[in-house]
């Protein structure tokens, strides 16, 4: 399984990606803001902690 993500503007174009438990996933990252590093947090479950304001990471979830 393939997700695609890009980031503009200092955003992602995409909240939150759900895959199955299992899944062999590749995650493509597209990086618009050139010179702008971004960070994407992946996590095992839908218990990742609450984002601040300030945080502009994009979960990637198993379900």
Do not use: L
């Amino acid at each position: 399984m393939t997700v695609e993500i890009a980031a503009e503007n200092v955003a992602f174009d995409t909240e939150t990606i759900t895959v199955p438990a299992g899944a062999e996933v590749t995650v493509n990252f597209e990086n618009r803001d050139g010179g702008v590093p971004h960070n994407v947090a992946v996590y095992r479950d839908s218990s990742r902690p609450k984002r601040s304001s300030s945080a502009r990471s994009s979960p990637v979830r198993r379900r």
